[in-house]
């Protein structure tokens, strides 16, 4: 079975552009989470969708947004970007939800300058 | 904001002898599982334990739960130099929020 696969593996943008991520779940997995990496803030939940709807969502910006699509394909938006966003961003899909195991895909290295 | 905090924050240990790592949390939980990270496999999910279980074993891992502490436990035992990564606790609260603790940098040394 394939794993969690996320495009692209790095990224380098500049202040104020937005960025798009990409995570193809494992096959039957309906629940993909994202979370973001960085040395000074850890692992932070961003958000949960499960069937194309966003269940549960972090503390975060309205900036970071996603969607997810009918093959459970998802996507992570970031606009308006600052330096503070340079980070490994991860998304692991799982059967249920993120209170099942996760399996994590290898991540997003975002810089931005 | 991290729900848990994990201690100690750095371990050294010779291949071959055990390795606890504590993790602590703030509110009460539904469940705690704990993942390894290391470069060449990233994040990886190895154990599940509910809020009703006190201890969960699995290969050469041992996980104790204890909700009225609200603190876990995880213990490799016959440590290899393959373990040597981060370890991390996560916790998934009342309120749908899923937070990771703060990680133990976990060193085996052959």
């Known amino acids: 079975k394939a794993g969690v696969t996320q495009t692209p593996r790095y990224l380098i943008k500049t202040r104020g552009q937005q960025v798009t991520l990409s995570c193809s779940p494992i096959s039957g997995h309906r629940s993909v989470s994202w979370y973001q990496q960085t040395p000074g803030q850890g692992l932070q939940f961003l958000f949960e969708?499960?069937?194309?709807?966003?269940?549960n969502k972090g503390n975060f910006p309205g900036r970071f947004s996603g969607r997810q699509f009918s093959n459970s394909r998802s996507e992570m938006n970031v606009s308006t970007l600052e330096l503070g966003d340079s980070a490994l961003y991860l998304c692991?899909?799982?059967?249920?939800?993120?209170?099942?195991?996760?399996?994590f895909g290898p991540g997003t290295r975002l810089t931005v300058t | 904001s991290q729900q848990g905090e994990e201690d100690p924050q750095a371990l050294s240990i010779q291949e071959g002898e055990n390795a606890t790592m504590n993790c602590s949390y703030k509110?009460?939980?539904?469940?705690l599982q704990w993942y390894r990270q290391n470069s060449g496999r990233g994040l990886v999910h190895l154990i599940l334990?509910?809020?009703?279980?006190r201890e969960k074993h699995s290969g050469r891992l041992r996980v104790t739960l204890d909700t009225s502490k609200k603190s876990s436990s995880l213990l490799i035992t016959a440590s290899r130099a393959a373990d040597t990564a981060s370890y991390f606790c996560?916790?998934?609260?009342?309120?749908?929020?899923?937070?990771f603790g703060t990680g133990t940098s976990l060193t085996v040394i052959p």
């Open positions: 692991a899909s799982s059967l249920e939800g993120f209170w099942d195991e996760q399996y």
């Open positions: 996560a916790t998934d609260a009342p309120g749908n929020q899923f937070y």
């Open positions: 969708y499960f069937s194309e709807t966003q269940r």
């Open positions: 334990i509910r809020s009703n279980e």
């Open positions: 509110t009460s939980i539904n469940n």
